[in-house]
């Protein structure tokens, strides 16, 4: 008997979608504020040569060391018109208005001239302190389209930030608070990550407030959203909406990658959650610090797998 499957239905962790609408504005990758460089911490020591604790230990001390790295960040976009694309034809409709009046039609978004007030959107997501001068990685559709940010920090500190740079290709965008001297986190080499190394997801999911998820590395070198450059970490450690932008970090606190995405039929937590790896993070938010956006060479080339049957076709013995 053939049992019909429902497709799985792919949720991006934006903003927080349990607690505000969308926001809709695109930013510009144009530079503010923009830095000659950004310092960042980096350890390569392979993951998996990480001292990791025995089942039933405590995450205390891991935590302790990341918790200050990871903020808060709330965007708010002002309340603003903005255009309707498919009018309705019966409120277009001159004897529609001439009975109702305007206002009718203008208070569901299809007045005469195609607008809809938006009222105030607010959105939260998470960010990640890279550098000790106030330079803070999250994702770009954290960002996309406030018009303030407000960050806090662990300290409870509510400063403003401003964007650095976004790059929607990759999901990722830098922004900058004025404060100094801030626990900045430290990077590992993500290429060195391995299927079953044992992570941590910090972050602020629904506004909770900083919650601390665990799992493992389930997979790696994902591409299933559809943005220009994918290259998943996989992990079953909980990540919910407003998490996005937090950290993934591994057994000694080292940042792995940048929480980013959950696949999901219902929206909630179903154990498949990806992170942007740090490696390439770390790319994109030099090139964003340096000059607020990201230049990449193209190749006219497209790569395929090799199946069975072209190795055959081809005579390969791998």
Do not use: C
């Not at 405590?58 to 302790?64: D, E, G, L, M, Q």
């Not at 001439?98 to 959105?123: I, K, S």
């Not at 626990?183 to 997801?201: C, M, N, Q, W, Y």
Request: hydrophobic content about 40%; proline content about 5%.
């Amino acid at each position: 008997m053939n049992h019909k499957v429902p497709p799985v239905r792919r949720t991006v962790a934006i903003l927080s979608l349990a607690l505000a609408g969308s926001v809709a504005a695109i930013w510009s990758a144009t530079a503010l504020n923009a830095s000659p460089s950004v310092s960042v911490k980096v350890d390569d020591k392979p993951v998996s040569s990480s001292t990791v604790s025995p089942l039933g230990a405590s995450y205390a001390p891991i935590v302790k060391r990341v918790a200050p790295s990871v903020v808060k960040v709330l965007v708010t976009e002002r309340a603003k018109n903005v255009p309707v694309q498919d009018m309705s034809p019966l409120f277009n409709n001159p004897g529609f208005r001439e009975f109702f009046g305007d206002q009718f039609g203008q208070q569901f978004g299809q007045g005469r001239r195609g607008v809809m007030r938006q009222p105030q959107q607010e959105g939260l997501g998470s960010g990640v302190i890279v550098s000790a001068d106030g330079y803070v990685l999250t994702n770009s559709h954290v960002v996309k389209g406030a018009d303030t940010i407000k960050v806090t920090l662990g300290d409870g500190r509510e400063l403003s930030a401003k964007v650095v740079g976004t790059d929607p290709q990759t999901d990722l965008a830098v922004i900058k608070i004025d404060a100094k001297d801030l626990p900045a986190i430290t990077f590992a080499d993500s290429d060195k990550v391995e299927v079953g190394d044992r992570v941590l997801a910090v972050g602020n999911p629904f506004g909770i407030g900083q919650t601390v998820t665990s799992g493992m590395v389930s997979g790696l070198g994902r591409a299933t959203l559809g943005l220009d450059y994918e290259d998943f970490i996989q992990t079953d450690a909980a990540i919910n909406p407003g998490n996005s932008g937090g950290a993934l970090v591994d057994s000694e606190g080292r940042l792995i990658g940048v929480n980013t995405a959950i696949l999901s039929r219902t929206g909630g937590f179903q154990g498949i959650g990806f992170a942007i790896p740090a490696n390439l993070a770390r790319n994109v938010m030099e090139q964003l610090a340096k000059t607020g956006k990201v230049v990449r060479g193209y190749m006219g080339v497209s790569v395929q797998d090799i199946s069975p049957a072209l190795a055959d076709q081809f005579k390969l013995s791998d």
